[in-house]
Nanobody, 126 residues
């Protein structure tokens, strides 16, 4: 079992930055492929970013490419999402996800992730 806890959300002005964190429980962090997804009210869940077990491979959703950066740190068993140049359209609940079957690649499909956090709200004012 993997327990994920997100933090770092909040209210920020357009053009500002936030860094989200996701802490994973247990000693199996290095075996997990990780991802960030988001969902705004009335909209479908959207892939934001993914990272492979080793951290060598990353992938980003088209709307965040060039503005967001995903990273991971084994020492703290955490994955991060650095968000720059935030836009009002980035307002959403952000979720961290993990799965043991995601190995040397990043995965955009939410249905492939078994473990999910409770989410952290990001609100960008225009």
């Amino acid at each position: 079992q993997v327990h994920l806890v997100e933090s770092g959300g909040g209210l920020v002005h357009a053009g500002g930055s936030l860094k989200l964190s996701c802490a994973a429980s247990g000693r199996t962090f290095s075996m997990l492929g990780m991802g960030w997804f988001r969902q705004a009210p009335g909209k479908e869940r959207e892939f934001v970013a993914g990272i492979s077990r080793s951290g060598s491979y990353t992938d980003y959703g088209g709307s965040v490419q060039g503005r967001f950066t995903i990273s991971r740190d084994s020492a703290s068993a955490s994955v991060y999402l650095q968000m720059n140049a935030l836009e009002a359209e980035d307002t959403a609940m952000y979720y961290c996800a993990a799965d043991f079957t995601i190995t040397d690649r990043a995965n955009r499909r939410g249905s492939d992730y078994e473990y999910w956090g409770q989410g952290t709200q990001v609100t960008v004012s225009s």
